[in-house]
């Protein structure tokens, strides 16, 4: 590429800036998506890998299903029988929202009111910003005390010390002895916005819809499941009335899904970049068909076809690594706000980049070719006849 076709690209971009703008534009679409899409799934998966890490391996949730939830008898069964010294969390959520009231400040109803005791806090990987856990005590006479999430403590208490204050859930008054750091999930269940209380606590016996419990532990040993069978009567061939769920399970399933989003990325990044190449190659035409008399006069004083075909084919390249770089930066700039809405780490995908250069010189060579070729063959006669 020599500095003569550099200058005379630059010349014919900036002489046609509307149609050179367009160009950048489509190539700067494809780019940006590619990129963009490629660097959000990344901080996805770096979020959710980290997520699962510090869950800790062979983490083993058991959860009822909608015909046949888990009660508290067989999860009392499950702890006499699963002898560990390990931890086991339970945890409870009602089938409906809940207000929280404090003084004259309410909480909108998408609180979520659940029963655990204080081996689910810790299992659970949650950290207590402030104040303490449940002692077992308060678990086993259902203390009218209560954890509560990052936002329900924002919506009540501001700026003030949320602990020991008293707030009321469905008509009780209840202590507040902790609350949970902000785990960024602020949707309807998530940690953010629950109410945590013991276990017994009389707000959960109340209601007459039956209560469907969860058990987490740490299964090494892979006894869960056998033991869980056995509380429900369950033959080694029948066929599971509960779910079970290893973290592995988890992680793969997970990575699983990931996969099919980078395919599905790929995909829509090509399709993409095949629009902007068609829309590149179209515009060259153009761009040709408009300087074949320039090109016979080059010609006729002593221009090589080469000459020509490197002039276009710079052309080329040059719009498409115009429209390469602002991609890159619009691409980073959306993947910088979806983290952050997302509220995962801002992630980079530095292979997205370099695919992202190597596309857009194939697009200006694949696209510049046939009008540079083109433009190079015709004859003097022909060239000096166009208009």
């Known amino acids: 590429m020599r500095k003569a076709d550099l200058t005379n690209g630059y010349k014919s971009i900036t002489a046609n800036k509307l149609r050179s703008a367009i160009t950048i534009s489509l190539i700067t679409m494809g780019i940006s998506a590619m990129v963009a899409i490629k660097s959000s799934i990344g901080a996805i998966e770096e979020h959710l890998a980290q997520t699962y890490t510090n869950m800790g391996t062979s983490i083993t949730h058991i959860t009822g299903k909608e015909d046949n939830p888990i009660r508290n008898f067989e999860v009392e069964e499950f702890c006499k029988h699963y002898k560990t010294t390990r931890k086991i969390g339970i945890f409870s959520s009602k089938t409906f929202t809940a207000t929280a009231q404090y003084k004259e400040k309410t909480t909108p109803p998408l609180c979520q009111l659940c029963a655990a005791n204080g081996e689910y806090i810790t299992i659970s990987n949650y950290k207590l910003a402030k104040g303490r856990n449940f002692t077992q005590k308060e678990v086993e006479q259902g203390g009218q005390c209560c954890i509560i999430g990052n936002t329900i403590a924002e919506q009540l208490f501001g700026e003030e010390p949320p602990l020991f204050k008293k707030i009321k859930v469905s008509g009780v008054w209840l202590t507040v002895i902790g609350t949970i750091s902000k785990e960024g999930d602020n949707s309807k269940g998530g940690i953010d916005n629950q109410i945590v209380i013991p276990w017994y606590n009389n707000i959960f016996y109340d209601n007459s819809q039956p209560l469907d419990y969860q058990i987490i532990l740490e299964d090494t040993e ?20 509960y779910n079970i769920e290893r973290s592995e399970m988890l992680i793969e399933e997970f990575e699983e899904n990931i996969s099919l989003l980078e395919k599905a990325a790929t995909i829509i990044s090509i399709v993409t970049l095949i629009g902007a190449a068609i829309g590149l190659m179209n515009i060259m035409l153009i761009q040709v068909g408009e300087k074949q008399r320039e090109f016979g006069v080059r010609k006729a004083i002593g221009a090589k076809n080469s000459d020509i075909l490197n002039q276009v084919l710079t052309e080329a390249i040059l719009l498409s690594l115009i429209g390469s770089l602002l991609g890159i930066i619009t691409g980073s700039i959306i993947s910088l706000l979806i983290s952050r809405y997302l509220e995962c780490p801002f992630h980079i995908s530095w292979s997205s980049i370099f695919s992202a250069i190597v596309a857009c010189l194939c697009v200006g ?23």
């Not at 499941?225 to 056995?230: D, G, T």
């Not at 063959?377 to 000096?384: A, G």
């Open 365 to 387: 060579i694949i696209s510049g070719y046939y009008p540079a070729k083109r433009g190079a063959t015709e004859t003097i006669v022909d060239s000096l006849k166009a208009r």
């Open 222 to 241: 892979n006894r869960a499941e056998a033991i869980f069978s056995k509380i429900r009567n369950l033959s080694p061939g029948d066929k599971k009335d």
